[in-house]
């Protein structure tokens, strides 16, 4: 049976991070394929987090124009994360 856990966000960028830098070409292909597979997993949750947060800042938005500004930030957010749009998805 799977459940879940609660982990600090720290927590979790550094794990990510320590599975970024980790070279696994000297491992077992089993184990390269098991690291990337988790760090896609960890890195999905990040980028759900991220649109959350996105997301958040529109209903806390305080006028309408700022209220506009969130919403075209969030849309532009999830298209990069769906892939549609690769010239607004500059960092």
Known sequence: MAKNVLMPLSLVTRISELLGYWDAANYDRAVQDER???L????AK?????????????????????RRDARIGY??????????????CAD
């Open 75 to 88: 849309l532009r957010m999830k298209a990069c994360l769906l892939g549609m749009s690769g010239s607004d």
């Open 46 to 66: 990040m980028r759900a987090l991220e649109l959350r947060d996105a997301y958040a800042k529109i209903i806390a938005a305080d006028g309408e124009d700022s």
């Open 36 to 38: 990337d597979v988790v």
């Open 40 to 43: 896609c997993a960890i890195d």
